[in-house]
């Protein structure tokens, strides 16, 4: 599968809007399927954030899981790897959580179960990224099989209002 390339300059302002609504103290209006992603730069060492959509969580707020929709070339992707403590902000809720990458067939269940649910956005998403998908079952777990599925797992259940620490 080519993964697009992940957008650059003036267009990624749209992709990158939802940061000021975060940072406006206005989380909450984009509700529990979305997440602010607070992570450290490979390169640069300081901390850069992504507003990502939440495609599985629990119900008691222990994990959120969401996928790489550029694929391995994103930058939050690649540093996340590199460091996987990060920072997340759910709403108005914040958490230090460690991320790890699903195994294949925990990839492809949630998956499945996300675009069960949520067919007409996945649809929209993956045309608007630029992907070329089979929408069917099978071509959604070949999708599923290749696409990076990251889970957060939270580290401490008790909110944090700290950010991470730039060095």
């Not at 969580?57 to 996987?84: A, E, M, R």
């Not at 790890?100 to 998403?125: C, G, I, T």
Request: proline share 7%.
């Amino acid at each position: 599968m080519k993964f697009p390339d992940p957008p650059r300059g003036a267009k990624a302002i749209p992709w990158r809007l939802p940061i000021w609504f975060y940072r406006a103290g206005l989380g909450w209006l984009l509700g529990n399927r979305m997440l602010l992603l607070s992570h450290t730069g490979r390169k640069s060492g300081k901390i850069r954030q992504n507003v990502l959509e939440v495609i599985d969580s629990t119900t008691d707020k222990q994990s959120y899981t969401v996928v790489s929709g550029f694929g391995p070339k994103s930058d939050w992707y690649q540093n996340i790897s590199l460091n996987p403590d990060v920072e997340l902000q759910v709403g108005m809720e914040k958490y230090r959580a460690t991320a790890y990458h699903l195994d294949l067939d925990e990839s492809e269940k949630v998956f499945l179960d996300y675009v069960n649910k949520f067919p007409r956005v996945f649809r929209s998403l993956a045309n608007l990224i630029g992907y070329e998908i089979d929408h069917t079952p099978e071509g959604y777990r070949e999708f599923a099989r290749q696409i990076p599925i990251i889970k957060f797992a939270i580290k401490d259940p008790r909110k944090t209002n700290h950010m991470l620490k730039e060095e």
